[in-house]
């Protein structure tokens, strides 16, 4: 019979509005992309603009900051000026700091307008200094901070819960004829927080910031944040985002890029293929691998580099890479492309392997 195409993997993106946050596309079929948190005092200036530029170094396209005090407001104007990425101000209760934030030129606000409408009912001017400074805006909500009228409603912060709230946190600029933004429901649950993203996917055309809150410690967190998320991208829902992890911020953005390489929404760059090691290892396997791992950081061309423990089944897997080790005997064959181009004794192996990246990737760059 006549052969058939394979099932494609990832269903095609769903159509969202397409809204800026600075220079990056978010949504209407733009790259998806990874977002983080700085952890500094945002009034600490230099030390959030160096971890901004570490995040920026990381492959991070979209850094936050926390506005909770009139000082961190006052300092935004430089920390927006001087990051290399867009900056998103987030702020919570005081409108006057949402208002600052645009002045200041930040290239989105995180807001809450369920609080502001209930406190001081701004969200028509926010509405109008947003359009005006095309600065576009994050609402939504987090089970922890959902309306009581709601939880009592639904019974707890269920999948309905979280989209009624942000749709109503969204009609409320909607009123005023704004919709330059894009909307998170995000749970610690990553069940309950898939029910609410394809939900809200199915009721609204906004860009979707996917998150899974307070998700936990690093392995916890990564795991909890990739499992969700891969459901998630896998059915076309997801424009942005962020994993969050009580750890560094760069993490969260490596983890949140090695997603999306994953699931090729991101180019591939450099990927260690390493054994698990077993009982034929000669080589401490965990060791190599890690060491390989931080001698290549900061290597942005695609790089496949196996690591292998031993000469059974290493050459072949080796021979896929751009570049691997199978080591036995207290040595290591280097493989270039599937040929052997030397063999090391075993203290060398990091540094050869390193040295032979840093080569391919300077060819790369010049081809
Ligand atoms: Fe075991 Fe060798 Fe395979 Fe590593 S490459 S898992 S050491 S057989």
Same mark, same amino acid.
């Given at each position: 019979?006549?052969?058939?195409?394979? *099932?494609?993997?990832? +269903?095609? $993106?769903?159509?969202?509005?397409? &809204?800026?946050?600075?220079?990056?596309? =978010? @949504?209407?079929? !733009?790259?998806?992309?990874?977002?983080?948190?700085?952890?500094?005092?945002?009034?600490?200036?230099?030390?959030?603009?160096?971890?901004?530029?570490?995040?920026?170094?990381?492959?991070?396209?979209?850094?936050?900051?926390?506005?909770?005090?009139?000082?961190?407001?006052?300092?935004?104007?430089?920390?927006?000026?001087?990051?290399?990425?867009?900056?998103?101000?987030?702020?919570?209760?005081?409108?006057?700091?949402?208002?600052?934030?645009?002045? *200041?030129?930040?290239? +989105?606000? $995180?807001?809450?307008?369920?609080? &502001?409408?209930?406190?001081?009912?701004? =969200? @028509?001017?926010? !509405?109008?200094?947003?359009?005006?400074?095309?600065?576009?805006?994050?609402?939504?909500?987090?089970?922890?901070?959902?309306?009581?009228?709601?939880?009592?409603?639904?019974?707890?912060?269920?999948?309905?819960?979280?989209?009624?709230?942000?749709?109503?946190?969204?009609?409320?600029?909607?009123?005023?004829?704004?919709?330059?933004?894009?909307?998170?429901?995000?749970?610690?649950?990553?069940?309950?927080?898939?029910?609410?993203?394809?939900?809200?996917?199915?009721?609204?055309?906004?860009?979707?910031?996917?998150?899974?809150?307070?998700?936990?410690?690093?392995?916890? @967190?990564?795991?909890?944040?990739?499992?969700?998320?891969?459901?998630?991208?896998?059915?076309?829902?997801?424009?942005?985002?962020?994993?969050?992890?009580?750890?560094?911020?760069?993490?969260?953005?490596?983890?949140?890029?090695?997603?999306?390489?994953?699931?090729?929404?991101?180019?591939?760059?450099?990927?260690?293929?390493?054994?698990?090691?077993?009982?034929?290892?000669?080589?401490?396997?965990?060791?190599?691998?890690?060491?390989?791992?931080?001698?290549?950081?900061?290597?942005?061309?695609?790089?496949?580099?196996?690591?292998?423990?031993?000469?059974?089944?290493?050459?072949?897997?080796?021979?896929?890479?751009?570049?691997?080790?199978?080591?036995?005997?207290?040595?290591?064959?280097?493989?270039?492309?599937?040929?052997?181009?030397?063999?090391?004794?075993?203290?060398?192996?990091?540094?050869?392997?390193?040295?032979?990246?840093?080569?391919?990737?300077?060819?790369?760059?010049?081809?």
């Amino acid at each position: 019979g006549m052969p058939t195409a394979p *099932a494609p993997v990832l +269903a095609p $993106r769903r159509p969202t509005r397409r &809204i800026q946050v600075g220079k990056v596309a =978010v @949504g209407g079929g !733009a790259p998806i992309s990874v977002q983080s948190m700085t952890t500094t005092k945002t009034t600490d200036i230099n030390g959030t603009l160096q971890q901004i530029a570490e995040l920026t170094a990381s492959g991070c396209d979209i850094v936050r900051v926390a506005v909770p005090s009139q000082d961190d407001a006052d300092v935004l104007h430089i920390i927006a000026k001087k990051s290399q990425i867009p900056v998103i101000a987030d702020i919570h209760f005081q409108p006057k700091y949402v208002f600052a934030a645009i002045d *200041a030129g930040c290239a +989105a606000v $995180r807001v809450n307008p369920g609080n &502001i409408r209930q406190f001081d009912d701004k =969200v @028509g001017e926010i !509405a109008k200094a947003a359009a005006d400074a095309g600065v576009s805006l994050r609402i939504g909500v987090n089970a922890g901070s959902l309306d009581k009228r709601l939880l009592a409603k639904h019974g707890g912060p269920t999948p309905d819960a979280l989209v009624e709230s942000a749709l109503w946190e969204a009609s409320l600029f909607e009123e005023h004829g704004f919709r330059d933004f894009k909307i998170s429901v995000k749970h610690n649950d990553p069940i309950v927080m898939v029910q609410a993203y394809r939900k809200l996917s199915a009721e609204c055309e906004y860009p979707l910031h996917l998150g899974v809150t307070e998700a936990g410690p690093a392995f916890q @967190g990564t795991i909890k944040s990739s499992t969700a998320f891969g459901i998630l991208l896998a059915e076309g829902i997801g424009d942005t985002i962020r994993v969050s992890l009580s750890a560094p911020p760069v993490e969260e953005v490596k983890v949140g890029n090695k997603i999306l390489e994953s699931l090729n929404l991101r180019p591939r760059k450099l990927e260690i293929v390493s054994c698990p090691s077993c009982g034929r290892a000669q080589v401490d396997v965990y060791t190599l691998a890690e060491q390989v791992t931080e001698g290549l950081e900061g290597l942005t061309v695609p790089l496949r580099v196996a690591v292998m423990g031993c000469v059974v089944n290493g050459p072949g897997e080796a021979r896929e890479a751009d570049l691997g080790v199978a080591s036995g005997n207290g040595k290591g064959q280097i493989f270039v492309k599937g040929e052997v181009i030397k063999t090391v004794p075993e203290d060398e192996i990091v540094a050869t392997l390193i040295a032979e990246a840093n080569r391919i990737a300077a060819e790369m760059e010049h081809t």
